[in-house]
């Protein structure tokens, strides 16, 4: 009891457990809200990135943009999201052709 | 005497200890294990021939798995105890034990926060005075997030440990100074724990301003790195009230391991040494 467990996630830069202080007050006072998707949806936002507009986002980015696509269906054509691609994604490629090959680590 | 913290009204045994050394012009021996390296019951037989030894406080260290102020020898004896599944609840009843065949011994459980968090401070603090603990030592707990911890240990006479280090400015010090309870824990060195070749002249330097600080309002205790009789003179000629170990012990541990008999004639006879040098 008490001990942190191990995690998981396909994105190096998010497996590890714990959240900052920063985030942790912004969720507090509803500032932002927070979302989640799954290793999939990430790798599928990656590869859509990827083949539509020719950037390869950071594998945490990829997150983002699959809840953006997600919020997308739910608004008007007129209404604009902006998503900030916190990295590149070369650093990914491997992992992902890994992933899209059925080799999981 | 030590002049009480205007923050601790009960004295415990901590408290009891240092004016009991002070009156003989001694200074004390801290011992640190980590409780269920190699196993519990070793645990056991390591702490009581600490204590025959010379130890002249305890501190039990329930492993966690983040360390974080821990060096590469302690975090071995950490992992090594979870892997053999010793959980805080062990650790506890371990001290119990302790208690019963040494009623006066200072114990002192060091930890991270999450332990007494997930348990919650108070369920915590409560099983732990009832196993005969008179302090905590929780080193990622800084002050400005120690309110519920810092209620919850005093109101049951718990002491409260702070640690400050070598870069800790002046009117930090002093505030951790106010609200320390039992001894201030100064570490020696930059880094975490473990043994070191020598010390370097800002380690006696950063004893002098932390001792001037302090006067004698609580006992200071110096720990990080400290592995023989000379180190520990050198520690108590620069102002330290007390001297830990750590690292050096469970190093005599892990090399004596796979012989009962000689690691706890091993450890006593060190202990010996040391606690010669605090005289």
Known sequence: MGQISTTHSISAGLDYPGVGPEHSYLKEIKRVNYK??????????????????????????????????????KMKKSETIVITLSGRGDKDVEVVQNYINGIRD | MYKSNSVSKKKNRIDNKFNELKSKNEKALICYVVAGYPDIMTSEHIITSLINGG??????????????????TIQYAIQNSLISGTTPC??????????KTFPNIPLIIMTYSNILYRKGYIQFAKKAKESGID?????????????????????????????????????????ISRICTGFLYA??????TGER?????????????????????????????I???????????????AVIIGSAIIKKIIK????????????????????????
Do not use: W
């Not at chain 2, 360390?67 to 590469?72: F, H, M």
């Not at chain 2, 800084?142 to 919850?152: A, C, F, G, H, M």
């Not at chain 2, 570490?187 to 975490?192: A, D, L, Q």
């Open chain 1, 36 to 73: 989640s998707c799954t290793d999939d949806d990430a790798i599928k936002a990656f590869v859509i990135l990827s083949e539509k507009e020719g950037i390869i986002p950071a594998l945490e980015s990829a997150h983002a943009i699959s809840y953006g696509m997600k919020l997308a269906k």
């Open chain 2, 55 to 72: 130890a002249d406080i305890i501190e039990i260290g329930i492993p966690f798995s983040d360390p974080i102020a821990d060096g590469s």
């Open chain 2, 90 to 99: 062990m650790c506890l009843e371990l001290a119990s034990r302790i208690r």
């Open chain 2, 135 to 175: 302090g905590f030592i929780i080193p990622d707990i800084p002050i400005e997030e120690s309110k519920e911890y810092l209620n919850t240990m005093q109101n049951i006479g718990m002491s409260t440990i702070f640690l400050v280090s070598p870069n800790t400015s002046e009117k930090r010090l002093k505030m």
């Open chain 2, 187 to 192: 570490i020696s060195v930059y880094g975490t």
């Open chain 2, 197 to 225: 070749q020598g010390f370097d002249e800002y380690t006696i330097e950063s004893i002098k301003r932390v001792k001037n600080i302090t006067a004698d309002k609580i006992p200071l205790a110096v720990g990080f790195g």
């Open chain 2, 227 to 241: 592995s023989n009789p000379q180190h520990v003179k050198y520690m108590i000629d620069a102002g330290a009230d």
């Open chain 2, 256 to 279: 004596e391991i796979e012989n009962k008999e000689r690691l706890l004639n091993t450890l006593n006879r060190f202990i010996y040494e040391l606690k010669n040098s605090c005289r």
